[in-house]
């Protein structure tokens, strides 16, 4: 009897280990009775083209994450609207024989916001990469202004000039009333603080693209003070439903089984 065959789906990125998307996707597709298996692939930029290309070619697909969204969103031959707006991919797949990537990032964050309460307001952005990319785009579709913050100041100044050019509103960081970590700080539980509270007095809110068991410690601080704090998971969630609706878009994902197999990991 023939076996069937398995697509291959993988995150992309470095580090990658920390990942919980292969958690989610594998029990979505044992859920759906899918012939796939999601992996993590720590690769650098010298490996991506292959990767990527590879497996979107051989059926499957996958996600990229730090330090490879803006270079994905180059190496793909289809670009989404979302994925040219922001400049970086974090989805891609096979349609047409043709290699297509998309970024399921900015509908990540406003569902993120949404469960924070946040409509427009001020946004203070620690981070210039992908993520913060996709956090200045949903802004801009929630109608708030942002500021910048980053460890590098010409980078500061090189990502400003790029939130003027989406038509984004800069706020000053000290009127910022929500905040966001969009670095990859936070992944070790030694690492320091995104957003430091005397930057962000105004804040009442706070979302970190990063997730960890429990909260990251940036989210438990924040809360221990009484702001509304949010980790990377809802973005998750979020996010990895709207890919897979990419790689299957005759199924819809299950969403109630990701979100367990994601609270699950993380408790």
Same mark, same amino acid.
């Given at each position: 009897?023939p ?7 993988a995150?992309l990125?470095?580090?990658?280990q920390?990942?919980l998307?292969?958690?989610m996707h ?5 859920a759906l009775?899918?012939?796939?298996v ?5 690769? %650098?930029?010298r490996d991506l083209?292959g990767?990527l ?8 697909g996958g996600?990229?994450t730090v330090p ?8 793909v031959q289809d670009?989404s609207?979302a994925?040219?707006?922001?400049g970086?991919c974090?989805t ?5 024989e043709?290699?297509r990537?998309?970024n399921t990032d900015?509908?990540?964050v ?13 946004w203070?952005i620690?981070?210039?990469?992908g993520?913060?990319r996709?956090?200045v785009v ?6 708030a202004?942002?500021?910048?913050? %980053?460890r590098?100041?010409?980078?500061a100044?090189e ?8 038509g984004v509103e800069?706020?000053q960081?000290e ?13 070790r539980r030694?690492d320091?603080?995104p957003i ?13 693209l ?7 410690p940036?989210?438990? %601080? ?6 509304a704090?949010?980790?990377?998971r809802t973005?998750?969630?979020?996010q990895g439903m709207?890919?897979?609706r990419r790689?299957?878009?005759d ?8 979100r367990?197999a994601?609270?699950?990991a993380?408790?």
């Amino acid at each position: 009897m023939p076996r069937r065959r398995v697509r291959v789906f993988a995150i992309l990125g470095d580090p990658v280990q920390q990942s919980l998307s292969p958690v989610m996707h594998n029990a979505a597709f044992r859920a759906l009775g899918v012939s796939a298996v999601y992996v993590p692939l720590r690769c %650098s930029s010298r490996d991506l083209p292959g990767l990527l290309g590879g497996l979107a070619r051989a059926g499957g697909g996958g996600n990229v994450t730090v330090p490879h969204k803006e270079l994905a969103s180059r190496l793909v031959q289809d670009a989404s609207p979302a994925a040219r707006e922001v400049g970086a991919c974090n989805t891609f797949w096979r349609h047409a024989e043709r290699v297509r990537g998309d970024n399921t990032d900015v509908d990540g964050v406003l569902a993120a916001m949404e469960g924070l309460g946040v409509t427009g307001g001020k946004w203070l952005i620690a981070g210039t990469g992908g993520g913060a990319r996709a956090v200045v785009v949903a802004a801009r579709r929630a109608g708030a202004a942002v500021a910048v913050r %980053s460890r590098e100041p010409a980078r500061a100044e090189e990502f400003k000039a790029w939130v003027g050019s989406r038509g984004v509103e800069l706020a000053q960081p000290e009127e910022c009333d929500v905040a966001v970590n969009a670095t990859p700080l936070g992944l070790r539980r030694d690492d320091a603080s995104p957003i430091p509270l005397d930057a962000m007095p105004k804040a009442r809110a706070a979302l970190d693209l990063v997730y960890a068991p429990g909260a990251t410690p940036w989210v438990q %601080s924040l809360r221990e003070r009484g702001l509304a704090a949010a980790d990377g998971r809802t973005m998750l969630l979020a996010q990895g439903m709207q890919a897979f609706r990419r790689w299957f878009p005759d199924r819809e994902p299950p969403a109630d089984v990701m979100r367990a197999a994601l609270d699950a990991a993380l408790r």
